[in-house]
């Protein structure tokens, strides 16, 4: 069990349809921040460059 208390405004939290929400470590850790987690992406990977 977890329990925050945030000192301003409150957590960006979004309509859930059907119960369950799901969130990866880092979209959680921003929640908990106070920060909006769906601003939070993975980076995406980038091909690797030829060399000679």
Do not use: C, N
């Not at 929640?31 to 030829?50: E, N, S």
């Amino acid at each position: 069990m977890i329990y925050k208390r945030l000192e301003q405004a409150g957590f960006a939290w979004p309509k859930v349809g059907d119960g369950v929400m799901r969130l990866s470590r880092v979209q959680f850790e921003a929640l908990f921040a106070g920060l909006d987690w769906r601003r939070i992406h993975a980076p995406r990977p980038t091909p690797p460059t030829a060399t000679e």
